[in-house]
């Protein structure tokens, strides 16, 4: 069976649960490894928070390559007035975590004040446990580790975007690559291969599932979703 919708009902202890698994066609044969592109909906801005000159260039240089328009901060203060100037266009903000006058935790912060749903990606040479729960703290949940590569930016603004454009359909939105490449250490080729063997070790997953229901073989159910659970929020998968 070719990896896709997983569903089945199963009933433990008198209670009903459904699980639902998503997963788009992105590493052979279930799922693609190169970057496919994007037509977006609509047209998008970036809020771009970064004080290095070379590196504003090269994010907008890159961004360009896929269509969307770079509004340039060079600190973090910039970056909370400009957005409150520009609230209703930006789509995204890039926000390096270290700038002079007012750093990216608090900008961040005065922009969560201004609007709870705009995605902040932070931009760092270091997404290690403490930093990400100061990100999670300050209302940032993604992240882009520099030095970056710039096929995996791209993915990850695409994914981003994606998400959280209208009419978009949701299923495309149900493997987030960015959670799984962290989870990886950023290794993009583990990453990969990884992928490739959970759509390998699953190809018989909802049959076995089908069959221990069926069965009435609670106990085996259970430690199929549990196992499913687990590997599915390695790589990034939601359900």
């Given at each position: 069976?070719?990896?896709?919708?997983?569903?089945?009902?199963?009933?433990?202890?008198?209670?009903?649960?459904?699980v639902i698994i998503m997963l788009t066609t992105m590493v052979m044969p279930c799922f693609a490894t190169e970057s496919v592109p994007v037509k977006f909906e609509r047209f998008h801005n970036v809020l771009l928070a970064e004080d290095n000159k070379t590196n504003q260039l090269v994010v907008k240089s890159i961004l360009e390559q896929i269509g969307i328009n770079t509004i340039i901060?060079?600190?973090?203060?910039?970056?909370?007035?400009l957005y409150k100037e520009h609230a209703d266009n930006i789509d995204l903000v890039l926000m390096d975590l270290h700038m002079p006058v007012m750093n990216g935790y608090e900008a961040a912060e005065k922009i969560r004040e201004v609007s709870?749903?705009?995605p902040i990606v932070a931009m760092t040479?270091?997404?290690?446990?403490?930093?990400?729960?100061k990100?999670?703290?300050?209302?940032?949940?993604h992240y882009i580790s520099k030095p970056f590569n710039p096929e995996q930016f791209i993915q990850t603004i695409k994914d981003i975007i994606l998400e959280n454009?209208?009419?978009?359909?949701?299923?495309?939105?149900?493997?987030?690559r960015q959670t799984g490449l962290m989870n990886m250490g950023g290794n993009e080729k583990l990453y990969n291969e990884v992928l490739k063997e959970y759509c390998n070790e699953n190809q018989d997953t909802l049959e076995r599932l089908d069959a221990a229901v069926r069965g009435k073989r609670y106990a085996d159910a259970g430690?199929?979703?549990?196992?499913?659970?687990?590997?599915?929020?390695?790589?990034?998968?939601?359900?």
């Amino acid at each position: 069976m070719p990896c896709g919708a997983l569903k089945s009902k199963n009933v433990l202890a008198g209670s009903v649960i459904l699980v639902i698994i998503m997963l788009t066609t992105m590493v052979m044969p279930c799922f693609a490894t190169e970057s496919v592109p994007v037509k977006f909906e609509r047209f998008h801005n970036v809020l771009l928070a970064e004080d290095n000159k070379t590196n504003q260039l090269v994010v907008k240089s890159i961004l360009e390559q896929i269509g969307i328009n770079t509004i340039i901060a060079g600190d973090g203060k910039e970056a909370v007035e400009l957005y409150k100037e520009h609230a209703d266009n930006i789509d995204l903000v890039l926000m390096d975590l270290h700038m002079p006058v007012m750093n990216g935790y608090e900008a961040a912060e005065k922009i969560r004040e201004v609007s709870a749903k705009v995605p902040i990606v932070a931009m760092t040479a270091d997404v290690i446990l403490g930093v990400r729960e100061k990100c999670e703290q300050s209302g940032i949940y993604h992240y882009i580790s520099k030095p970056f590569n710039p096929e995996q930016f791209i993915q990850t603004i695409k994914d981003i975007i994606l998400e959280n454009e209208p009419g978009i359909d949701t299923q495309t939105a149900m493997l987030d690559r960015q959670t799984g490449l962290m989870n990886m250490g950023g290794n993009e080729k583990l990453y990969n291969e990884v992928l490739k063997e959970y759509c390998n070790e699953n190809q018989d997953t909802l049959e076995r599932l089908d069959a221990a229901v069926r069965g009435k073989r609670y106990a085996d159910a259970g430690q199929i979703v549990h196992k499913l659970k687990g590997s599915s929020g390695s790589i990034g998968a939601k359900a």
